[in-house]
């Protein structure tokens, strides 16, 4: 018996997408090389279902490849269904009630997994000759690309050498022979800190990777929880029960006994290869290769038909803002709230691609702290920029909480009818950031800080609680009868169920 359900299990996911209408089982032959993934990519611009792929030619019989596990859905009051299923909830689960819920978590006591004999990742166990990583569909994902990515959504499995924490992360990683990777393992990220630790022994890091994990433990994966915290403890509080885990064949690490496929291995102390590059996150492609650590496969173990997920990154909106976007988002909020700021709620935009996070800030209790919007501004930067989730978000926007920050059309209007040129931009020109963003200078790149600003869409107003006035929209500009009416005749007048908006008010 393994677990079940859509957060704790894969398969299941899979199979309740496809149930729900949200996944297609696609049976026609498709090749891995840039067909399945510009498949993905018009159904993430186009909201279709998640392209299921039975048959790829090149691949083992039988292996798949889920394209779009977290992209928007088509499906009216569903948009975030895909995600919500991540954490078994239901999929008109609204931002707000996720975030919550993600956040709630953080204050749980840790569950620890628990360990189990055996499982299906075990299924079928791979050693020696028969380790070779062409048995699977490996995709490229765009003509652009420096070579083919096995792992685009799955998660790092490494353990500090005294064995206090272990960490699990998402980072991407490239084919670069049939028995090894190459991807990144930044300094500032988990992966890259627990890596070096080993490095320092002389010794190669004990490593897994995990494709097809249970969703929740992809998304717990990629947060940035704090230093130390690890990651399978979270997903079980997270969950309401531990995440069975399994021993690996060749290296004393435990990953979810019910993943699709592991691999399994050590990273080279030393070893470097050209990764890259490959169409990233925010919607743009690096020009060069950069040598990055090389990942040694010893093992391969998997279930039966395996399916390899992928993430095809590029324009909003793929799993880098529905997935990465939103645990940036919770742990960036409860930072802000333990440092008893006044705000409401923080949501990185998925259309800006993790390079914003807008927080709506409580006016009420904004104008009971008597902060200036300078200095709102520096205490916002204060405890973002210096902490583990804000080193990756360049951009922060605060707007009044009569904007409801999950709809993005609210926050353009904010920004071009609150924003003062030359006044609301507060740039933080020392702090520290993620040197991917796209429009940082060389120097900045090098220095790994700079371009980060706190971009103010508050009115003088907002400082004393008041807001501006009363919007012209449907919510405040008719008497509640006349919005009931028109609600309840909505199907009468001939309209189907609206595609978006229709919420209250924030
Ligand atoms: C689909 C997806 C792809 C990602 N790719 C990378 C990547 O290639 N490199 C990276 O450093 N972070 C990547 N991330 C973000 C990290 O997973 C995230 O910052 C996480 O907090 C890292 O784990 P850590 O906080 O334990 O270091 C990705 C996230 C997602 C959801
Ligand atoms: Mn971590």
């Keep these: 018996m393994t677990q079940h359900g859509s957060a704790l299990n894969f398969r299941d996911f899979v199979d309740g997408l496809l149930t729900a ?32 792929f039975a048959n790829l030619l090149g ?29 078994g909830l239901a999929p008109g689960t609204t931002p707000r009630h996720l975030l919550e819920k993600l956040i709630a978590a953080m204050h749980a006591e840790p569950v620890a997994p628990r360990v189990v004999d055996s499982g299906p990742c075990k299924e079928h166990v791979l050693r020696g000759d028969a380790v070779d990583l062409e048995r699977f569909p490996v995709p490229l994902l765009h003509e652009q690309d420096g070579g083919r990515y096995v792992g685009t959504y799955g998660f790092h499995v490494v353990r500090t050498p005294d064995g206090r924490w272990t960490s699990w992360s998402v980072s991407r990683s490239m084919l670069h022979g049939p028995r090894t990777l190459v991807g990144p393992a930044m300094p500032q990220q988990h992966l890259g800190m627990i890596h070096q630790m080993w ?29 130390e915290v690890s990651e399978d403890g ?58 990055q650590p090389v990942f040694h496969v010893e093992a391969i173990t998997h279930r039966t038909d395996p399916i390899l997920p992928m993430c095809v990154a590029g324009r909003p909106t793929e799993e880098n803002h529905t997935i990465w976007g939103t645990m940036i988002s919770a742990a960036a909020l409860d ?51 210096t902490s583990h989730a804000g080193w990756l978000v360049p951009k922060v926007l605060l707007v009044a909480d009569d904007i409801d920050i999950t709809d993005t059309d609210q926050v353009v209007w904010a920004l071009a009818t609150r924003y003062h ?59 509640p009868a006349i919005r009931q ?9 001939g309209f189907p169920a609206p595609v978006r908006g229709g919420g209250a008010p924030a």
Aim: aromatic share 8%; with cysteine.
């Design 335 to 385: 930072q802000l709230r333990a440092d008893g700021l006044p705000v409401d709620l923080a949501w990185c935009s998925y259309e800006a691609a993790t390079c914003w996070l807008v927080v709506s800030v409580d006016i009420r209790r904004l104008a009971a702290t008597g902060l200036d919007e300078r200095g709102l501004a520096d205490a916002v930067a204060a405890s973002l920029f």
């Design 234 to 291: 979270y997903v079980g509080a997270l969950a309401g029960s531990p995440v069975e885990v399994v021993r690996t064949e060749t290296n004393d690490l435990y990953v979810p006994a019910n993943s699709e496929i592991v691999l399994e291995g050590w990273i080279s102390p030393d070893e470097t290869a050209p990764e890259g590059p490959m169409g990233e996150y925010h919607g743009y492609t690096a020009a060069d290769p950069k040598p």
């Design 421 to 479: 040129p030359g006044t609301g931009e507060y740039p933080y020109p020392d702090a520290p950031g993620i040197p991917l963003v796209p429009y940082l200078t060389p120097e900045e790149v090098r220095s790994g800080r700079g371009g980060k600003a706190v971009i103010s869409c508050l009115l003088p107003e907002n400082f004393e609680g008041r807001t501006r006035g009363i919007p012209t929209d449907f919510h405040h500009s008719y008497p």
């Design 199 to 227: 490095r320092e022994r002389g010794e190669a890091t004990p490593w897994a990777m995990v494709l097809g994990a249970p969703p929740a433990a992809l998304a717990a994966a990629g947060m940035p929880l704090p230093a």
């Design 485 to 493: 009416r028109v609600l309840d005749n909505w199907a009468d007048y």
């Design 59 to 87: 691949a083992a019989p039988g292996f798949r490849l889920l394209g779009a596990p977290a992209g928007l859905s088509g499906v009216p009051g569903q948009t975030y269904g895909r995600l919500a299923a991540h954490f």
């Design 21 to 52: 209408g949200d996944a297609i089982d696609i049976r026609r032959p498709v090749d891995p090389l840039l067909e399945a993934a510009a498949v993905t990519r018009r159904v993430y611009e186009t909201r279709s279902p998640a392209p299921l």
